[in-house]
C-alpha cells in the first residue's frame, strides 16, 4: 500500500548548501517515521545497529504499544484473543486479516487436519541426527528439508502454492517438533490423529507411546493451545525479520521458515524460555535470589535475569500477564501448586520488580518467564521449549513472509558503516 507523507522532515548536513528534504509518513497506529530510502542518492546512508530506530517494512498484522503494554493481532488485542479464540482462530485472522465466521473456521480447521502427516521419508533425515543433538538444531533441519518435498506448491508468485504451503507448514510443525522429542527419547514416532484439536494432537504425538494411549486433560490441553496462541505473532523481531529478508531473495517458504527457526534458537530471543528454567536452577534456593540480582546488575558480569526485559515493552508484557495466569491454572490442574520452581519465580519477579535498577530501566517480565514453568509442569524438558515456541511463531512468519511476497518488494539488503583498510597493496607470501 502506498504510503503519503503526512509532513516533510529538513535534513540540513555542515558545510551542504541545499538541505535534504524528507518525507514523514504515518501509520495507522504508533510513531511516525522518516522515509530516508532516498537518501542513498544523495550520498548518504543512515546507520542503526540492531535496528534499535528503523522500520524495515510497513505492515498491517501486528501492533505493539511498548510504553503501554498493548499487543494487537489484526486490531484485536491480546488478552481478549486468548480468553476468547484459539490457536488456529489466530491463525486464520493472521494469514487473512479477519476473524473467520463458523464455516471458514471449520474448513481452516479440516483443512489443516488433512495436512497434519509428513512425507514417510522424512523420517530417514531424523536418524541422521545424534540423539543428544539439541532438539531446536534437528528443528531447523527438518524444516528446511520440507522443500525437498512439495515441488508442486514451491512457486512463490503463485498464491494457491502460497497457500497450500501456509497449511502444510501450520499443519506439520507440531508433527516435525513431537518427533525431534520422540527421537531425542529413543521413542517411535507417534502418527498425528485427526480426531484430536491442533493442541490435544500435539500432545498426543508428544507423549502417546504404542504401548500406552495418553490421555489428554482439558486444561493442560487449553494452557498448550494459549501458549501455541500467545507465541504466535510478535511484529518485527529477529526471526520474522529473518523470515523476510531470506524470503526478499525469493528463497522458498520452507527454507525461510527455517532461517527463522536458526534466528528464535538464540537466548535473547526464542530461546530464553529454556534459558529461564536454566538459570531458576542456577539459582536453586530463594535465599540465593538476592545474590543473582546482584549479579544482573553487575556491569562487569554478563548475567542477566532470563525472562527480563524487551527492546518494545518497558511495561509489562501482556503475553506474561496471560502466561502467569494460566501457569496457576496448569499447576493447580496437576495439584502442584507449591512446585518450588513457581514460588521462586514469583520470588525473584516480586524482587526484581521492587528494584531501582530494574525499575529504572524499565525491565519487567516477558513471555519467556512463566512459559517454561507450564511445559515443565506439563513434562515438556527445557530443551524442547524453544521448538513450542518456533511451532507457536509459524503463522506469524508465514503472515509477514505472503504479505512481504504478495506485493512489490525489494530484495532486503542493508549498508555498512565501513571502517577497515583503505584500498592497499597485496603483500607477497615470501614478503611478509
Ligand atoms: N537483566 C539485567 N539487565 C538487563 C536485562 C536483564 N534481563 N535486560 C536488559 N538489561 C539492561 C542492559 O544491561 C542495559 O543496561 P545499560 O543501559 O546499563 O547498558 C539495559 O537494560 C538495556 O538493555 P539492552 O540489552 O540494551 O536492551 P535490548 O533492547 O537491546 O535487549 C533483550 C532486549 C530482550 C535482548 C534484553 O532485555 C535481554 O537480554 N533480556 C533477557 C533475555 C530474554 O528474556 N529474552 C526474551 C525476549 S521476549 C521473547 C521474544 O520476543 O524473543
Excluded at 120 to 129: A, C, K, N, P, T
Aim: glycine share 6%; with cysteine.
Amino acid at each position: 500500500m502506498a504510503n503519503k507523507p503526512t509532513k516533510m522532515a529538513t535534513l540540513t548536513i555542515e558545510g551542504v548548501a541545499d538541505p535534504i528534504e524528507l518525507p514523514i509518513l504515518s501509520g495507522s497506529l504508533g510513531p511516525d517515521v522518516i522515509d530516508v530510502s532516498k537518501l542513498t542518492s544523495q550520498g548518504y546512508f543512515t546507520y542503526d545497529p540492531g535496528f534499535v530506530s528503523t522500520a524495515a517494512c510497513d505492515s498491517e498484522i501486528t501492533y505493539i504499544d511498548g510504553d503501554q503494554g498493548i499487543l494487537l493481532h489484526r486490531g484485536y488485542p491480546i488478552g481478549e484473543l486468548a480468553e476468547k479464540s484459539d490457536y488456529l482462530e489466530l491463525c486464520y485472522l493472521l494469514l487473512n486479516g479477519e476473524l473467520p465466521n463458523a464455516s471458514d473456521k471449520k474448513e481452516f480447521v479440516e483443512t489443516i487436519k488433512n495436512h497434519t502427516m509428513v512425507h514417510e521419508q522424512l523420517r530417514h533425515f531424523f536418524q541422521g541426527f545424534r540423539r543428544d543433538a539439541h532438539p531446536m538444531s534437528i528443528m531447523c533441519g527438518v524444516t528446511g528439508a520440507l522443500s525437498a518435498f512439495y515441488h508442486d506448491s514451491l512457486d512463490i508468485d503463485d498464491a494457491e502454492h502460497r497457500k497450500v504451503t501456509t497449511h502444510r507448514l501450520i499443519a506439520k510443525m507440531p508433527t516435525l517438533a513431537a518427533m525431534t522429542y520422540k527421537h531425542t527419547k529413543g521413542h517411535p514416532f507417534v502418527y498425528p490423529r485427526n480426531d484430536l484439536s491442533y493442541a490435544e494432537n500435539f500432545l498426543h504425538m508428544m507423549f502417546a507411546t504404542p504401548c500406552e494411549e495418553y490421555k489428554v486433560s482439558p486444561t493442560i490441553a487449553k494452557a498448550m493451545d494459549r501458549i501455541f496462541l500467545l507465541h504466535a505473532d510478535h511484529e518485527q523481531n529477529a526471526s520474522t525479520s529473518t523470515v523476510r529478508l531470506a524470503g526478499s531473495t525469493g528463497a522458498n517458504p520452507f527454507a525461510c521458515i527455517a532461517a527463522g527457526i536458526a534466528a528464535l534458537w538464540g537466548p535473547a530471543h526464542g530461546g530464553a524460555n529454556e534459558a529461564v528454567l536454566n538459570m531458576l536452577d542456577e539459582i536453586g534456593t530463594v535465599d540465593n535470589i538476592d545474590k543473582y540480582i546482584k549479579k544482573a546488575k553487575d556491569k562487569d558480569d554478563p548475567f542477566r535475569i532470563m525472562g527480563f526485559g524487551h527492546r518494545v515493552y518497558k511495561n509489562y508484557d501482556p503475553r506474561a500477564t496471560v502466561m502467569q495466569q494460566t501457569c496457576r491454572e496448569v499447576l493447580a490442574e496437576l495439584g502442584v501448586e507449591n512446585n518450588p520452581t513457581l514460588q521462586m519465580a514469583q520470588r525473584l519477579e516480586k524482587i526484581a520488580l521492587e528494584d531501582e535498577y530494574f525499575v529504572s530501566k524499565r525491565l519487567y517480565p516477558n513471555v519467556d518467564f512463566y512459559s517454561g514453568i507450564i511445559l515443565k509442569a506439563i513434562g515438556i524438558p527445557p530443551e524442547m521449549f524453544t521448538v513450542i515456541f518456533a511451532t507457536g511463531r509459524t503463522p506469524g512468519w508465514i503472515a509477514h513472509w505472503n504479505e512481504m511476497i504478495s506485493a512489490p518488494y525489494k530484495i532486503g539488503r542493508p549498508r555498512q558503516l565501513y571502517k577497515g583498510y583503505a584500498q592497499r597493496d597485496f603483500v607477497e607470501l615470501a614478503k611478509r
